[in-house]
Every structure is written in C-alpha cells, then in structure tokens.
C-alpha cells in the first residue's frame, strides 16, 4: 500500500486531510506531522519517528510538503537521501484539489508515478485567475453554479 505523509508549518497539513478527508471520506494510511511552536528540534525528531514508521507501514511513501526549501521539506529530503532504498515520493507545494485527488486516485492507480503526476498536474490545474472583467450578466454567472 502506499502511504501519504502530509507535512507543514503549523496546522496546515492537519487542516487540509481534514478538508479533504470532508469530501473523499475518511482515509486510512495518511499522517501528518506539522512544525509547531515546540520548535524545529522537537519536529525533526517527531517526523523523523513518523518517517520510520512509515516505511515499516507502506510499501511506498508520498510525502507532500508545503513549501520547497524550507524547513518541513528539508527533512524529508535529508530523509529520504538517508534512506536510498526506500520508495519515497517528495513533493514540495499542495493544494486541497491536489490532496482529494490523491486521497480519491490511490486507489485506482497502480502506478505510484502515473499517480503522482496526475495529482501534480490536478493541483497546478486547480489554481487559476478568474477572469470577473469579462462576465456581462453576474446573475446569470451566479445561477451556472
């Protein structure tokens, strides 16, 4: 099985799987880890433990980070270069379309890389610019939902 390992400043990570978790139902072998105000010291070793839980758990690991570079990311990266063996999965940036999906896809997907770039194409295609300059009728706009 593959396991999803959500990680962010704050309670983002927690937020967004239950977000998620509100429209694709509740979902087995999804963690979380979020730097708090405990520190980085503190969340380094809390998701280095979560980390190897993981890969005694999973038979791979998609890991979503919120931000590239920074701290969450850094160490799953660090992590995973630690750990060459194991199948895991590092993507920086997500977005709730992007988790649903994920959540909703894994099971369906056999191909844990056909999967991942199905989710990252679902979350770059959710973000988009609404163009309200060029709606002539807001009422009749309104009722199309």
Request: hydrophobic share 40%; charged share 25%; proline share 2%.
């Amino acid at each position: 099985m593959v396991g999803i390992l959500i990680t962010s400043h704050g309670n983002l990570c927690k937020e967004i799987l239950a977000s998620a978790e509100m429209i694709a139902g509740k979902q087995e072998g999804v963690e979380t880890v979020s730097l708090d105000e405990k520190g980085i010291e503190a969340f380094s070793e809390k998701l280095s433990s979560k980390l190897e839980e993981c890969l005694l758990t999973y038979d791979e690991l998609i890991i979503l980070a919120d931000i590239t570079n920074a701290t969450p990311y850094n160490n799953c990266y660090r992590f995973a270069l630690e750990h060459p063996e194991a199948k895991i999965h590092l993507l920086s940036g997500f977005n709730l379309s992007m988790v649903v999906e994920l959540l909703v896809m894994r099971s369906f997907e056999t191909n844990t890389e056909d999967l991942i770039n199905h989710i990252v194409t679902t979350g770059k295609n959710s973000v988009e610019l609404t163009p309200l300059n060029e709606i002539d009728d807001v009422e009749d706009e309104i009722l199309l939902w």
